[in-house]
């Protein structure tokens, strides 16, 4: 495979060292770039229209413009819709239209597009309409909300699509040819680095710089990897020990079904002068977090607790937090709903930023019908059952089982009707 060099200078950032020199090169977007796609057609057609090209960052709009430019022998010019204004672009469509009694046709790449007001928007129309220009915009915005009407019509949108694995795959490859480098990671650490990028071409090469830079052995695993490129956390001022000491034990104690033991911390904390809003909220964690739908009522039980406590203050309003902090002890206990909900951010960070299915997204306009939104959506109450069984979760994702309620309290509900919608979802299967 060739490494695109683009006249490239040792100073530059990798990201651009690689930038592709031809569209064959360019990864992730087969659907507009491949043999059959939107581009190509134009492109064999020798008819490249004004384009609105709509995806995340770091997956190529820039340098696709450049290179639709270049292949079709347009005159390239950029601009960004956060430093420019209508002088601007006077300035840009007046060199145009001398290009164009010259017989050049100018290619306007607008990068941020969105970025620019109803006015500046506008005066894009009659340049556009009169071919003195071929506008191609870039967006991360939604075109339907983003962009004017007007200009939508007369501009046609391409999707990009993020950076899938094997993209972003390919990507480090070159990156590794291009430096005559082997990156110092374990394949886990290698999976790591491409689930860190989210599908963003850039940044994936950004951080595979940083790591070119440190010596090949011993390779980096993922927690290595996590602990060089992650944020530092902003650290908290733990200066009050008896204060978390005192907090932990009434949560464990109320963990434990001990009413006792945790009236006694309760009882010490608010001698010590504890604020029993703070109390409040942590027993209103801990109703989630310890109890779930165990008991639905747990977390009414402590709001109801911190407003009247609200409402009465001290001392009044201290038993009320007591009696709330009864209930929660003697409750039945689940922790199932606060597991489900670390299973789901864990498998969120691991997937990125995939779209939903298609046919559950709403389609408030014409181009989102156009581009498929909404469309074969199963209305569940039209089902005789009320359970269409259909599927929610990214396209080839596979079913995770995140919530797994326990044989105590409500849980027990719970797990039938879960039990009965999957074999509902396997019958329809």
């Known amino acids: 495979m060739p490494i695109p060099q683009h006249g490239a200078t040792e100073g530059q950032p990798l990201a651009e060292r690689l930038r592709p020199q ?8 087969d659907h507009l770039l491949g043999p059959d796609g939107s581009l190509t057609g134009m492109l064999k057609r020798h008819t490249l229209a004004s384009l609105i090209l709509w995806g995340p960052p770091g997956v190529g709009k820039t340098t696709i413009a450049r290179l639709l430019a270049t292949q079709a022998g347009l005159h390239f ?11 601007d672009l006077k300035k840009v469509f007046d060199e145009a239209r001398r290009l164009q009694s010259a017989g050049h046709t100018t290619l306007l790449f607008v990068d941020e597009i969105h970025r620019f007001n109803r006015a500046q928007q506008d005066a894009f129309l009659p340049v556009v309409e009169a071919g003195i220009i071929v506008l191609v915009g870039a967006t ?3 075109p339907s909300f983003a962009l004017n009407g007007a200009l939508l019509s007369r501009c046609q949108v391409l999707v990009l699509r993020r950076l899938d694995d094997a993209a972003m795959a390919q990507l480090l490859e070159r990156a590794e040819q291009a430096t005559g480098h082997s990156l110092p990671l ?3 650490a290698r999976a790591s680095l491409r689930a860190m990028a989210d599908g963003d071409g850039r940044a994936l090469l950004n951080m595979a710089e940083q790591l070119f ?10 927690a290595a990897l996590g602990q060089l490129l992650a944020r530092r956390a902003a650290l908290y001022d733990r200066d009050r020990e008896e204060h978390y000491n005192l907090i932990s034990a009434l949560h464990k104690s109320m963990r434990g079904s001990d009413a006792d033991a945790a009236l006694y911390w309760l009882a010490r904390m608010l001698a010590g002068g504890e604020d029993p809003r703070y109390i409040a909220r942590r027993i209103t964690r801990f109703a989630s977090e310890d109890i779930g739908l165990a008991d639905p009522q747990a977390l009414p039980q402590a709001l109801a607790a911190w407003e009247a406590y609200e409402r009465l203050g001290s001392p ?13 002890a003697t409750a039945p206990k689940s922790n199932a709903a606060y597991k489900a909900l670390g299973a ?4 969120a960070k691991e997937t990125g930023s995939l779209m939903p299915p298609m046919n559950i997204l709403n389609a408030p306009t014409r181009l989102m019908q156009q581009l498929g939104y909404g469309e074969g959506y199963e209305y569940d109450h039209d089902a005789e059952d009320g359970f269409s069984g259909a599927n929610y979760f990214p396209e080839g994702m596979g079913r995770p089982d995140f919530y797994r309620p326990i044989e105590r309290g409500f849980e027990r509900e719970i797990m039938k009707r879960l039990a009965y919608w999957q074999k509902l979802r396997e019958d329809k299967a």
Request: proline share 8%; hydrophobic share 45%.
């Open 213 to 222: 830079a440190l010596p090949p052995e011993p390779p980096l695993d993922e």
């Open 22 to 29: 031809a569209l064959a090169e360019i990864v992730g977007q």
């Open 140 to 142: 991360t915005e939604n």
């Open 344 to 347: 789901a951010n864990r498998a």
């Open 77 to 87: 010019r950029q601009i960004s819709a956060v430093f420019s204004g209508v002088a």
């Open 186 to 188: 374990t394949n886990g």
């Open 316 to 328: 009044e309003g201290e038993i009320c937090i007591a009696q709330a902090v009864l209930y929660l």
